[in-house]
């Protein structure tokens, strides 16, 4: 949910996945990401997703002259995930969650410095996906002493998207270690901060 939902944090979730590149020739490059699903007390996530990346300046003669990397990017990502509103909806009843499922494809350009320690990089891309939310379990709304018949998976939700994305971030190598951040502009604001590991 844009807004977070709850308690008002879930708007950020601390996520560790499983992130892979292979290089192959001519600049091509296949990426899979994969987030086993796993629950803490409140929410359940998982995701994954796959896709190609072809630099471009890797087909110029002139690509060691410029420390820059202009590439294409198409990517996938499939997210599911639940949340409990079982303690904090306010309304008696049982088993009560929100349950979404999200398919995304992006299109995008990228442009990147190629230096040693530090890079700076900037994407301008097209957006495009489904989202369904289930509002599921069971509900009994009380109005004064009068209880009503209680309610079974109140409602569905389907939304699409489709939006030009803007990214601005960076990169820091430090030896085996990579620091990054990235800021999205899109119909949704997003921010992401990580640390990952690489020998490249």
């Given at each position: 949910?844009p807004?977070?939902i709850?308690?008002?944090?879930?708007?950020?979730?601390?996520?560790?996945?499983?992130?892979?590149?292979?290089?192959?020739?001519?600049?091509?490059?296949?990426?899979?990401?994969?987030?086993?699903?796993?629950?803490?007390?409140?929410v359940?996530?998982?995701?994954?997703?796959?896709?190609?990346?072809?630099?471009?300046?890797?087909?110029?003669?002139?690509?060691?002259?410029?420390?820059?990397?202009i590439?294409?990017?198409?990517?996938?990502?499939?997210l599911?995930?639940e949340?409990?509103?079982?303690?904090?909806s306010?309304?008696?009843?049982?088993?009560?969650?929100?349950?979404?499922?999200?398919?995304?494809?992006?299109?995008?350009?990228?442009?990147?410095?190629?230096?040693?320690?530090?890079?700076?990089?900037?994407?301008?891309?097209?957006?495009k996906?489904?989202?369904?939310?289930?509002?599921l379990?069971?509900?009994r709304?009380?109005?004064?002493?009068v209880?009503?018949?209680?309610?079974?998976?109140?409602?569905?939700?389907?939304?699409?998207?489709a939006?030009?994305?803007?990214?601005?971030?960076?990169k820091?190598?430090?030896?085996?270690?990579?620091?990054?951040?990235?800021?999205?502009?899109?119909?949704?604001?997003?921010?992401?901060?990580?640390?990952?590991?690489?020998?490249?």
């Amino acid at each position: 949910m844009p807004n977070g939902i709850g308690d008002g944090t879930a708007n950020l979730l601390p996520t560790a996945y499983i992130q892979g590149a292979l290089g192959l020739s001519k600049g091509i490059e296949l990426k899979a990401r994969f987030l086993p699903k796993y629950d803490t007390d409140e929410v359940s996530v998982g995701m994954y997703g796959a896709g190609l990346q072809v630099e471009f300046t890797n087909w110029l003669p002139a690509d060691k002259l410029w420390p820059i990397a202009i590439s294409g990017l198409v990517a996938y990502t499939h997210l599911d995930g639940e949340y409990d509103l079982t303690d904090s909806s306010g309304i008696l009843g049982e088993n009560q969650r929100i349950e979404n499922v999200t398919n995304t494809w992006l299109f995008q350009l990228i442009a990147s410095t190629k230096l040693p320690v530090i890079n700076f990089y900037g994407g301008l891309g097209y957006l495009k996906g489904t989202s369904e939310s289930d509002l599921l379990g069971t509900y009994r709304i009380s109005n004064g002493i009068v209880t009503s018949e209680p309610i079974v998976d109140p409602f569905s939700v389907s939304s699409d998207v489709a939006t030009v994305r803007g990214t601005l971030g960076t990169k820091l190598k430090l030896g085996f270690f990579r620091l990054n951040a990235e800021y999205h502009i899109s119909e949704f604001n997003t921010y992401a901060i990580g640390i990952n590991f690489g020998f490249r």
